[in-house]
């Protein structure tokens, strides 16, 4: 299985990014779907996480009523919409596929990682 992310960008303090990322090589919905990010000199820390069919959304507190997750089974496609961003949201972005029954925050536990997308948010 193969993740590949994309929309990651440079955008000042209160602005939007929306983050995708495609997945192949797969059937997408034998995952969960999550976006964890790590900025510099800092773990890597789960953002949002989605259900295998989207009915069930999970986030980081700091994020949660700024940042949307979805997912289209259809497209192979799950998404990350960011508003209000702060410059504590600065980070490299990562999508990853969940197979097992782990907890959808245990970041040990997934099976397949993309190679992150870059956001930068300037005050």
């Known amino acids: 299985v193969r993740l590949v992310e994309s929309g990651g960008g440079l955008v000042q303090a209160g602005g939007s990014l929306r983050l995708s990322c495609a997945v192949s090589?797969?059937?997408?919905?034998?995952?969960?779907l999550s976006w964890f990010r790590q900025a510099p000199g800092k773990e890597r820390e789960f953002v949002a996480g989605?259900?295998?069919?989207?009915?069930?959304?999970y986030y980081l507190r700091s994020v949660k009523g700024r940042f949307t997750i979805s997912r289209d089974n259809a497209k192979n496609l799950v998404t990350l919409q960011m508003n209000t961003l702060k410059p504590e949201d600065t980070a490299v972005y990562s999508c990853?596929?969940?197979?097992?029954?782990?907890?959808?925050?245990?970041?040990?536990?997934?099976?397949?990682w993309g190679q992150g997308t870059q956001v930068t948010v300037s005050s």
């Open positions: 090589g797969g059937a997408i919905t034998n995952y969960r």
């Open positions: 990853a596929a969940l197979s097992g029954d782990a907890p959808i925050r245990t970041m040990s536990a997934y099976d397949y």
């Open positions: 989605v259900g295998y069919s989207a009915t069930f959304t």
